[in-house]
């Protein structure tokens, strides 16, 4: 069954430093997502992207953040200078389209030291 | 914006017992429902949805009613059973938006 999957499981990194996220969504959907999950919180959405180009964003989503799709197949966040409150799992999604259901990688571990 | 609440926030039931979630949303202009099962250290997994021109789906030992008229969404497992024990969280999509607001979880403990 195809998966969505999601690079490195755990990432350390020093505040202030540039950490990107990786996540390989489904071969055949055209949406994708980034959520993220503080310990022990609820999922928060962060951002929607489809034909290449940001959909939709919610306020977390600020100048520090943003994405991308270099090679049609990668689906990345970059945090340009990381902060200790961005530790957090970091989730993408994918879906095949408006109608479908939202797929879920495993996520990736962000420790912020 | 869309506000999804779900209580409780925790709940253990026994072996054999039923569990019910409940969830309630802001934004009568929703009209995606789905349940997510999140398990320790792994993505929320889709256990079933709903949409708004439905009123009640059932798969199985699971099933989810929906009360658009008080904004309010429901999940019951019935024959509970040690393996449903995760995190349970609801989630809401609106019309026109992508995006999905989820409630704040539900630990659901199965006791054998």
């Known amino acids: ?113 | 914006g869309e506000n999804v609440e779900q209580h409780p926030s925790t709940l253990s039931v026994q072996e054999g017992d039923s569990a019910v979630i409940k969830c309630t949303y802001s934004d009568s202009a929703s009209n995606y429902f789905p349940w997510y099962k999140q398990e320790l250290g792994k993505g929320p997994q889709l256990i079933i949805d709903i949409r708004s021109n439905v009123g009640e789906k059932k798969d199985q030992r699971i099933a989810v009613t929906l009360n658009k008229t008080a904004k309010h969404f429901s999940l019951h497992i019935t024959e509970t059973q040690p393996e449903d024990s995760a995190v349970y969280f609801c989630a809401a999509s609106g019309a026109g938006g992508q995006n999905f607001v989820f409630g704040p979880g539900t630990r659901l403990s199965v006791l054998p």
């Open chain 1, 1 to 113: 069954e195809p998966e969505v999957t999601q690079t490195p499981s755990h990432q350390v990194t020093q505040m202030g430093q540039e950490v990107i996220l990786r996540c390989v969504p489904i071969s055949n959907h055209l949406y994708f997502y980034w959520y993220r999950q503080i310990l022990g919180q609820k999922v928060e959405f962060l951002v929607s992207f489809y034909n290449n180009e940001i959909s939709e964003k919610s306020e977390i989503f600020d100048d520090q953040f943003s994405v991308e799709r270099p090679d049609g197949s990668n689906f990345t966040l970059k945090i340009r200078s990381t902060k200790l409150e961005d530790s957090a799992m970091y989730f993408c999604a994918s879906r095949m389209d408006s109608n479908n259901e939202q797929f879920f990688g495993p996520g990736t571990r962000l420790t912020v030291l």
